[in-house]
C-alpha cells in the first residue's frame, strides 16, 4: 500500500453537495493512493454513493474540487479528451451489478470498448470480454447467457468483468457483496483481493460489510456530520472516540468480525 507521502490517485478538498434544502456534503476533504483498498463507510444517507457519484462526473458538487490522476473532473466538458482519457483509466461496479438485461454477459462486458474504441474488430472485442468473464471467476460458458439466467453472485462477477474491460487502473465498487450469502461475499472479497494485487489495482470500495473491511481494506474512510471524519486502519478507527465509529465497529458485529479476524492472525502466526 501507498504512503500519504506520494501523490495521491484520487484527491477531493471542500466538497459540498446539496439537493435542494438537504446538504449531503459540506467541506469533504479525502485522497485516496496509488495501490490501496480504500473502504468508505457511513450511516444511510450520509452520501457514500453521491460521493461516489460526485468523483466518475454522474453527480455536480456545488463547490470543492475533484482529481483523479491529477486531472480536474469538474473544470472540464464531458467530451474533453483529457476526461475521457481518466475515464478509460477507471472502472465501476454499481450495486446489483447494473447489467443491461437485453445483453449477454458477454455483450454487457464488451460495451466499455465499444463506447472507447469503436474501430475495434468484433472478434477482438469478444475475445478480450471471454478473457476478463474467466478471470473474474465465471465458467466459460457464462459469456451467451442473460443476466435473468445467473445466480446474485454470477450477476456481480459479470459487473466486475464489464469494470475491468478497459484494464483500469482505479476501480471503484459499490456495496458488491450487498445481497449475496456470507460465502458468497467472502468469494468476492477474495476474489477482489487477487484481483487488486494481481493488477495493482487501487480500489474505491463503499460498503456496510463489516467482513469485507477487516478482510480486504488497507484504509477505511468514515463519512459522518456531512465530511470525512477519519481515515485509518481499523485498529486506528477503534482508537478514537467518536460515537458512531464506536457504534459501528465496536458494536457486538464489529467485535465478531474483529475477532475473526485477530483469530486468523494469530494462527497463521
Known sequence: ??????TPII???GLVNRFGDQTVHDGLDLDVYRGEVLGVVGGSGTGKSVLMRSIIGLQQPQAGSITVFGQSMLDCEATDPELLAVKKRWGILFQNGALFSTLTVSENVQVPLREYYPEMPAHLRAEIAAYKILMTGLPENAGPKFPSELSGGMRKRAGLARALALDPAL???DEPTAGLDPIGAAAFDEQTRELQQTLGLTVFL?????DTLHAICDRVAVIADKRVIAVGTIDELLALDHPWI?????GPRGRIAHGMVTSDREVTA
Open 1 to 6: 500500500m501507498s504512503t500519504s507521502a506520494e
Open 11 to 13: 484527491s477531493i478538498r
Open 171 to 173: 476501480l471503484f465498487l
Open 206 to 210: 463503499i460498503t456496510h460489510d463489516l
Open 246 to 250: 464506536q457504534d459501528y465497529f465496536n
